[in-house]
């Protein structure tokens, strides 16, 4: 995915120079490179998240469109105040870019993973949040925060997420798209982690078991109709997330269906209330901690079967 | 000057004492900062075009001064009398912590410490990205210099040479609970900035003509520029001035009399303020 985001800012800043990308010494060899082509669109604020966030609000405040690019707990988490009062309260046109989100930082440990994030940001107003699911949904991502003229916070992996999409990517902004059809239950996904939900997918499906698979780029507006649609639908519907189980795409789900009064059964796979523990590759982490394909097939299957 | 100066502390006073909230003595100690910039046009503004595109900017970091600054604005014309006595009253968009957009003159929300000098950072790094001449001002606290974004942006702006920002800070010595240096055990700030690569201007803050020339002498090197304005919080009333005490609070009947005393506030301007409610 970063190599998708740094595409994508690629062109936003040779199109207009107003957009400035804002470094946390948090580059790539990608961001050295366009440094060297738009030196006035391209800064590096160095290790210190809080001041770029108010300088990025400042920016904006003069016709700036700066694109703050962090890994993503740092900017969720320390950033947070700094987030609320000078981007969204002040409703500047700031886009917000966590990377390696969920625990994509799977060596690092929980200091560097975000699975707090959406909870943390989605009760500040003015922002929308967008959760792409693969490489070719960042670009749209990207494009669609930068048609918003307010805070925008996007939420990404890192490398090697699995491009799901054979042509481009079904994005539009504030509405979820329906991946695979099915007719047992549906399954709300946000992020990478739409991978594994495939995976299991197929494995059910296998066993003829066809479940609807949503994915949700955009968390913030949450598109109601649709789980309303799936509410009618379907006796239960699950969703998945590499988040808190409290406060995520989930719980967003859990207040639509009280708020409408449905019926339907929720089923909230992410972490249960703790912080991930364990360190390997991205997959081998989403093993240990109850979030890879088997795990989400056998809880799926759990539920439907019993 | 000194009247006007007077007068300006009485309506401060006034208007805060009329809701029973302020920040009095924080307000008090950057009114002649405040005069040298908006009343002798050391900042370039227009109060009957607030959002002129060539304006300097002011950001008020220390945002709970609100009541100095509000003051000087309505001084200055950016709004009327009825406008500021709105402030904090159920309507009004004059809190006791500025905030945009409703508020014409005002830059930036501001109220949690820490983060004037970072919106203003950005400010300035937009106006050198566009070669533009304007400046940014930003008026700290001392006591706000404590909080450590501060210093995450006073690295960043020297780096970049940031020498249309102009910070002032408000060294009235204390804050909250006590003085700096007991809090903190800072006595001096000069050092600290021209260890970080900022140009250094130490002024007596009541000093208006000592104010103008800092401000006329302006910065001619490629840093940026911090003006410590040496000051008295609660300058202008003898028993609040350099007392912690009085950060947060209003004078007591027995208190009060020597506010109207000093101020030259009439019994009848006291009861037809509480009357303004």
């Not at chain 1, 079904?170 to 982690?193: D, P």
């Not at chain 2, 960043?156 to 060294?171: E, G, K, T």
Request: glycine share 8%; net charge negative; proline share 3%.
């Amino acid at each position: 995915m970063q190599k998708s985001y740094v595409n994508s800012l690629y062109k936003l800043l040779k199109s207009d120079k107003n957009v400035i990308s804002c470094l946390s010494d948090s580059g790539t060899d990608y961001d050295e490179m366009i440094a060297r082509e738009f030196p006035d669109q391209v800064i590096n604020f160095g290790i210190s998240e809080n001041n770029k966030i108010g300088a990025a609000a400042g920016l904006a405040s003069c016709g700036k469109t700066p694109f703050v690019y962090t890994t993503s707990a740092f900017l969720a988490y320390r950033s947070y105040e700094f987030i609320r009062n000078d981007v969204c309260l002040q409703n500047q046109n700031v886009k917000l870019v966590g990377m390696g989100c969920g625990l994509s930082w799977s060596t690092l440990g929980s200091t560097h993973h975000t699975t707090e994030d959406i909870a943390a940001l989605k009760a500040i107003p003015n922002l929308t949040i967008l959760s792409p699911c693969s490489p070719k949904e960042l670009e749209c991502c990207v494009n669609a925060a930068y048609q918003i003229k307010g805070p925008v916070y996007i939420r990404m992996g890192m490398s090697n997420e699995i491009e799901i999409y054979d042509g481009e990517a079904s994005f539009e902004l504030g509405k979820n798209n329906i991946i695979k059809t099915g007719n047992r239950a549906a399954v709300f996904v946000t992020g990478s982690i739409i991978s594994e939900v495939l995976e299991a997918i197929h494995k059910l499906k296998e066993e003829g078991i066809e479940i609807e698979v949503v994915n949700v780029s955009t968390i913030k507006p949450f598109d109601q109709q649709s789980v309303i649609a799936e509410c009618k639908k379907n006796h239960v519907i699950f969703s998945v997330e590499e988040h808190n189980k409290i406060g995520g795409v989930g719980s967003s789900i859990a207040d639509i269906i009280a708020e409408n009064n449905l019926s339907t059964k929720l089923i909230k796979i992410g972490l249960e209330d703790c912080f991930a523990t364990g360190y390997g590759t991205h997959k081998q982490l989403l093993e240990m901690n109850g979030l890879d394909a088997k795990h989400i097939y056998e809880i799926i299957k759990n539920k439907l079967v019993n | 000057m000194e009247q006007e100066l007077r007068k300006l502390r009485k309506q401060i006073f006034l208007t805060g004492y009329s809701v029973n909230i302020a920040h009095i003595a924080s307000a008090f100690s950057i009114v002649e900062i405040l005069y040298s910039l908006y009343v002798h046009q050391n900042l370039n503004y227009d109060s009957r075009k607030p959002n002129l595109e060539n304006r300097d900017r002011l950001i008020l970091s220390k945002g709970h001064g609100s009541l100095a600054l509000y003051t000087m604005l309505y001084y200055v014309g950016y709004f009327d009398l009825n406008f500021l006595n709105s402030f904090c009253k159920p309507g009004s968009v004059l809190g006791g912590e500025p905030c945009i957009p409703n508020i014409p003159g005002i830059e930036a929300t501001t109220g949690s410490l820490g983060h004037g000098l970072s919106l203003g950072v950005g400010m300035a790094l937009a106006k050198k990205i566009d070669q533009k001449k304007e400046k940014i001002y930003v008026l700290l606290g001392d006591g706000e210099c404590e909080e450590g974004t501060i210093w995450e942006a006073v690295m960043f702006a020297a780096h970049q040479h940031l020498n249309n920002l102009i910070a002032i800070v408000d060294c009235n010595k204390i804050q909250k609970m006590g003085s700096i240096e007991n809090v903190m055990g800072i006595h001096s700030w000069k050092e600290r900035f021209e260890a970080f690569g900022w140009v250094v201007e130490e002024v007596d803050g009541h000093d208006v003509d000592a104010l103008d020339q800092v401000f006329l002498k302006g910065n001619e090197t490629d840093r940026p520029l911090v003006i410590l304005a040496n000051t008295i919080k609660g300058k202008g009333v003898s028993i609040i001035e350099n007392d912690p005490r009085w950060h947060w609070r209003l004078p007591n009947k027995r208190e009060l009399k020597t506010f109207m005393a000093e101020l030259g506030i009439s019994e009848e301007e006291i009861t037809a303020c509480r009357k303004v409610m």
